[in-house]
């Protein structure tokens, strides 16, 4: 997973963030808001039975919403994650914290994990918001991509079309060993 655009900061005076950042700069871009996932499928209906299980669902639910807004995990700014059984939530921080580096990789923003009596939807256990931003491409930087990405074109395809030869084994500099075209 590509690292983030993003300065994660975290001061050696403050303890060893494990599983969040404690703080962020986030670089100039288009901000995405990702209202609240939980575990529903597309019909609405809440599914799976524990916190670990709800959570995947819900987090790739988020993961699937930043998509659609053309955004990445690693645009991910800040995450808050409400529960209503936040023992069940530490007793399986092990299983969650796997199912979180599938989604999102090792980006960890920062984050929090509320504990609440209950969710707009009765059957949900977990329900996760973030934020995203995703960074400003200039004009100028997408044409240079644009011009080295044909510049690398035009090198590959002149590149297909050359036979060097050569004597195996007789590299020297300025001596090539023998090549077809790919």
Do not use: W
């Amino acid at each position: 997973m590509d690292r983030t655009p993003h300065q994660i900061v975290n001061p050696l005076t403050l303890s060893e963030p494990v599983g969040f950042s404690h703080a962020l700069v986030v670089s100039p871009g288009r901000i995405v808001h990702v209202g609240g996932q939980a575990a529903r499928r597309h019909d609405g209906k809440v599914m799976g039975d524990g916190v670990a299980e709800q959570f995947d669902r819900a987090l790739g639910n988020v993961i699937e919403a930043l998509r659609a807004a053309h955004a990445e995990p690693f645009h991910v700014v800040d995450m808050r994650i409400y529960t209503t059984t936040m023992h069940a939530y530490r007793v399986s921080s092990n299983t969650i914290g796997s199912v979180y580096r599938r989604h999102m990789g090792r980006h960890y923003p920062p984050m929090t994990v509320i504990g609440i009596d209950e969710l707009m939807d009765p059957d949900a256990l977990v329900e996760i918001v973030c934020t995203a931003v995703v960074p400003e491409v200039s004009e100028e930087a997408a044409l240079e991509d644009e011009e080295t990405r044909e510049l690398l074109e035009e090198i590959e395809e002149s590149a297909d079309d050359t036979v060097v030869t050569g004597h195996p084994g007789a590299e020297g500099p300025g001596e090539f060993p023998e090549r077809s075209p790919a």
